[in-house]
């Protein structure tokens, strides 16, 4: 095995293999630069999006290149809430006020949000950028 910086150690190890399948988002995406590497010219295939908290969408076209995928987000996964990050084109949080979380039916196109998951398991509600927990409304929000 003459692999300089184990640059294509899964194709040596690995000869019938057609490419790579791992959760290549989020908390992983510090991984993705040594993957490739072991990768060697194997495509990496990422067809979920999952998180701690479960799991939230699945890859509309996994042969896309990472950077390029779309996740849409089945209604079974979990229960989705959308906070909007701005109204109106202006910051939404407005001091202490937060704005109310809206449905999948009320999300506006080119607009952003924070994505918030009820799971199934326990019905706990978690902020995708949780960093403090806001106990009134069980929602880890940033």
Not at 50 to 68: C, M
Request: with cysteine; aromatic share 12%; hydrophobic share 40%.
């Amino acid at each position: 095995m003459g692999l300089s910086n184990l640059y294509g150690l899964i194709p040596e190890l690995f000869p019938n293999a057609k490419y790579v399948y791992g959760i290549l988002t989020g908390s992983m995406e510090p991984y993705l630069k040594k993957l490739r590497n072991y990768a060697g010219q194997l495509p990496l295939v990422c067809a979920d999006y999952g998180a701690s908290e479960g799991w939230i969408g699945v890859n509309v076209n996994p042969k896309l290149p990472h950077g390029a995928a779309t996740f849409a987000a089945p209604p079974n996964f979990s229960y989705f809430e959308f906070i909007p990050l701005k109204e109106n084109g202006v910051q939404a949080h407005h001091g202490h006020l937060e704005p109310e979380p809206v449905g999948l039916t009320e999300v506006m196109v080119d607009e952003e949000y924070e994505v918030v998951i009820t799971n199934f398991a326990g019905n706990q509600c978690f902020g995708m950028s949780c960093l403090q927990a806001d106990t009134s409304r069980n929602f880890l929000l940033q």
